[in-house]
């Protein structure tokens, strides 16, 4: 898939690989990292996800951050009021991350997006902005869910990076793969 863009950069690609349980504090802890780094004066591309939870509400609100301007998307849908529950709106998806992927025409340091997973797999959602952020050499960092490792794998052709789901080796990571900026620590 990627094998020819992957040829022409130096490898500046990582995925989070987190267990069943864990994805909400990736989100939180990825969430953090771009508060971080923007603060740093890094510019970003991307999305981190929030997940707000309300009394009056069955299920939790799938919200997107924009990451190049912190405008918030929502991305989920309630299901019917007898069956409970929320579900990804795939549209709200797509259009979330075109208007994410705008970005890309600016100077950006770092993309993160919040997941690789199904939409991913099935080449929706984040997949074409991943694709071209690799092939603008601009440095991405995802996360995924350990059951999508292998459909990564085919979508990385085995060159990314794989990091465990500790505040440290990102932080590592992103230090070895940014530029140096005057006064910057992530």
């Known amino acids: 898939m ?15 690989i987190y267990a ?9 802890d990825l969430s953090q990292l771009a508060n971080r780094l923007r603060h740093a004066g890094y ?23 924009d990451l190049a301007t912190g405008r918030r998307l929502e991305i989920s ?3 019917t009021r007898a069956g409970g529950g929320c579900r990804l709106d795939a549209t709200a998806l797509e259009d979330a991350t075109g208007i994410m992927a705008a ?9 993160i997006v919040n997941r690789f997973g199904k939409q991913e797999i099935m080449g929706n ?5 991943m694709e071209s952020a690799v092939a603008r050499d601009i440095p ?17 052709a085995g060159m990314a990076d794989i990091l465990p789901p500790d505040t440290g080796a990102i932080e590592r990571w992103c230090r070895a793969v940014l ?8």
């Open 20 to 28: 069943m349980g864990e994805a909400e504090r990736v989100d939180r």
């Open 140 to 156: 991405l960092l995802t996360a995924l869910n350990g059951v999508h490792r292998s459909a990564w794998d085919g979508f990385a």
């Open 77 to 79: 849908t309630p299901l």
């Open 125 to 129: 959602g984040f997949r074409s902005m």
């Open 43 to 65: 510019a970003l591309a991307g999305a981190a996800q929030h997940n707000t939870a309300e009394a009056s509400s069955p299920c939790s609100d799938m919200v997107l951050e």
């Open 103 to 111: 970005a890309l025409d600016r100077p950006v340091d770092l993309v």
């Open 2 to 16: 990627l094998e020819k863009a992957w040829e022409k950069t130096k490898m500046r690609v990582a995925a989070v």
């Open 179 to 186: 530029p140096v900026k005057a006064g910057a620590g992530t």
